[in-house]
């Protein structure tokens, strides 16, 4: 059996519990398949939820005929791998990690980096005129380096050396600077904290990265359709053509939520008192 039951208190679902006074079964291999309730006679918790596990332990086996375990045909896509994106480690400079210029003072940069889009250097090789690389910010790590940050991106535009060939990476210990303002929208869209071409640090190292990515869809795990937003791997390479051998795969965590986890669970009565309602899974 692939589904899950809670046969704890204060469950007491014992659909997948064998029963000692007759031949060690289960429900399930007794053939139960549905709890007929009776007027006069009071329902249980435990029938409610073995109501549960046997409706769910028939999609398991209706799913099992029909899906393997990952993505839905049709309601989810397989993942993909983007191996033409980079990293770039980043020195934040002290000013700004612990200090902002005003209104913003105390908090600094750091708590705003996910509102960077958009990084540039000023390339300049002493013989050609100064010139921008830009690149997109994708995501951002924090590094074990007090104020280092690792930025994912991809590259937006390239310079030319003197010899006339393009250069498309942040060269180590040049300055970053922001291409866009921050304007963080809590505060107005009239208020910016960082403005664009803000130095904000110098590069430490940079290389090459891979974005694995699985979109939002249904998947058939451990015998439920089970919806899953947009899933997110970062990671740095060695090298451009580094060759990859491994399959991405989900953590699947089987929990039980209850009204103290989860706020929207507590039921509005008509003496207009919060109830904790049902715990959900």
């Given at each position: 059996?692939a589904?899950k039951?809670?046969?704890?208190?204060?469950?007491?679902?014992d659909?997948?519990?064998?029963?000692?006074k007759f031949n060690n079964?289960?429900?399930?291999?007794?053939n139960f398949?549905r709890i007929?309730?009776k007027?006069?006679?009071s329902?249980?918790?435990?029938?409610?939820?073995?109501?549960?596990?046997i409706?769910?332990?028939q999609?398991d086996k209706l799913g099992k005929?029909?899906f393997?375990?990952g993505p839905?045909?049709?309601?989810?896509?397989?993942?993909?791998?983007?191996r033409?994106i980079?990293?770039?480690?980043?020195?934040?400079?002290?000013s700004l990690?612990?200090t902002a210029p005003?209104?913003?003072y105390?908090?600094?940069?750091i708590?705003?980096?996910?509102l960077?889009?958009?990084?540039q250097?000023?390339y300049?090789?002493?013989?050609?005129?100064?010139q921008?690389i830009?690149?997109?910010?994708?995501h951002?790590?924090a590094?074990a380096?007090?104020?280092s940050?690792?930025f994912?991106v991809k590259?937006?535009?390239s310079?030319?050396?003197s010899a006339g060939?393009?250069?498309?990476?942040?060269?180590?210990?040049?300055?970053v600077?922001?291409?866009n303002?921050?304007?963080p929208?809590?505060?107005g869209?009239d208020?910016?904290?960082?403005?664009?071409?803000?130095?904000?640090g110098?590069?430490?190292?940079?290389?090459?990265a891979?974005?694995?990515k699985?979109e939002?869809?249904?998947?058939?795990?451990?015998g439920?359709?089970?919806?899953?937003?947009?899933?997110d791997?970062?990671?740095?390479?060695?090298?451009?053509d580094?060759?990859i051998n491994?399959?991405l795969?989900?953590?699947?965590?089987?929990?039980i939520v209850n009204?103290q986890?989860?706020?929207s669970l507590?039921?509005?009565?008509?003496?207009?008192?919060t109830?904790p309602?049902s715990?959900?899974?």
């Amino acid at each position: 059996m692939a589904i899950k039951t809670y046969n704890q208190q204060p469950y007491v679902d014992d659909f997948g519990v064998q029963d000692l006074k007759f031949n060690n079964k289960t429900a399930e291999e007794k053939n139960f398949l549905r709890i007929l309730f009776k007027p006069g006679v009071s329902v249980q918790v435990r029938e409610l939820n073995q109501m549960q596990s046997i409706l769910q332990n028939q999609i398991d086996k209706l799913g099992k005929g029909v899906f393997k375990e990952g993505p839905v045909p049709e309601l989810a896509v397989e993942a993909s791998l983007d191996r033409s994106i980079s990293y770039v480690d980043v020195t934040i400079d002290a000013s700004l990690a612990t200090t902002a210029p005003a209104p913003v003072y105390e908090s600094g940069l750091i708590p705003y980096l996910d509102l960077i889009d958009e990084i540039q250097i000023a390339y300049d090789d002493g013989s050609s005129p100064l010139q921008l690389i830009k690149a997109e910010v994708l995501h951002y790590q924090a590094l074990a380096t007090e104020n280092s940050y690792r930025f994912f991106v991809k590259y937006l535009s390239s310079a030319q050396d003197s010899a006339g060939e393009n250069v498309q990476t942040f060269a180590v210990g040049s300055t970053v600077q922001l291409s866009n303002p921050i304007v963080p929208t809590d505060q107005g869209s009239d208020v910016t904290y960082y403005g664009s071409g803000q130095n904000i640090g110098s590069v430490a190292s940079q290389g090459s990265a891979i974005h694995a990515k699985a979109e939002k869809g249904i998947y058939f795990i451990k015998g439920q359709f089970v919806y899953s937003g947009d899933q997110d791997v970062y990671a740095p390479i060695p090298a451009n053509d580094y060759l990859i051998n491994a399959k991405l795969v989900f953590k699947v965590a089987e929990i039980i939520v209850n009204f103290q986890t989860d706020t929207s669970l507590l039921a509005v009565s008509y003496t207009h008192l919060t109830l904790p309602t049902s715990d959900l899974v």
